[in-house]
């Protein structure tokens, strides 16, 4: 297995600029999708050893809502939109006008809802990030999952075609209707693509 440089702070801030860059977009689209203002930061972000995920995001039997996308080019890996069963629920009740009380009841309607909400959030980021590493990167149709966090996370790297040991996770909040969400972006990188983002964010400039 190859070895992943370090992101060193200086790395970790200008991830944090891009990254910050790529969720005001994101948060525009929201906007015209809803018709609604729609406010999003990124208040943390890190690189964790992928076995801490599930205990950082809650545990491995907590039921969530996955939306996930995979990546390819330059990047090869997978980009996770992650929102607990709460989350999801609160979020589909504003996004649909309809209240959804469990995550098994959610009807297509709301699973789209949802969907789409996870596609420009991390189709926003992964446009930016190439055009700000000035790096080709594609990513697939979205998917998604609600299930226990373990078991979407085991399935999501069973399709992966390389083994890494850390990955990039960014808490991200947004605010609708005066409300707030919270939910977790998580970046699953090849460890060769890892290095070649840590050497383009060393050139960085804003």
Not at 1 to 28: P, V
Not at 161 to 189: A, C, G, P, Q
Request: contains cysteine; aromatic residues 4%; proline residues 2%.
């Amino acid at each position: 297995m190859a070895e992943i440089e370090l992101f060193d702070q200086i790395r970790l801030d200008a991830l944090k600029e891009i990254s910050s860059i790529a969720i005001g977009n994101a948060a525009t689209s929201l906007s015209a999708m809803l018709g609604k203002k729609v406010n999003i930061t990124v208040p943390n972000i890190m690189v964790e050893a992928l076995g801490k995920v599930p205990q950082l995001l809650g545990r491995r039997e907590n039921i969530v809502t996955v939306v996930y996308l995979s990546v390819s080019g330059q990047v090869s890996g997978s980009i996770l939109l992650v929102l607990s069963s709460s989350e999801s629920l609160r979020l589909v009740n504003v996004l649909t006008g309809k209240t959804v009380t469990q995550i098994e009841s959610l009807d297509e309607m709301g699973l789209s809802a949802l969907k789409e909400v996870g596609n420009i959030i991390t189709g926003s980021y992964l446009r930016v990030l190439a055009n700000e590493l000035k790096m080709d990167i594609t990513h697939s149709i979205p998917g998604l999952a609600c299930d226990m966090f373990g078991a979407v996370l085991d399935e999501i790297l069973a399709r992966l075609s390389f083994e890494t040991e850390e990955v990039i996770i960014m808490e991200s909040e947004f605010i609708v209707r005066k409300e707030l969400y919270r939910s977790h972006l998580i970046f699953i990188l090849a460890p060769k693509t890892a290095n070649a983002i840590i050497k383009a964010l060393g050139g960085w400039e804003k």
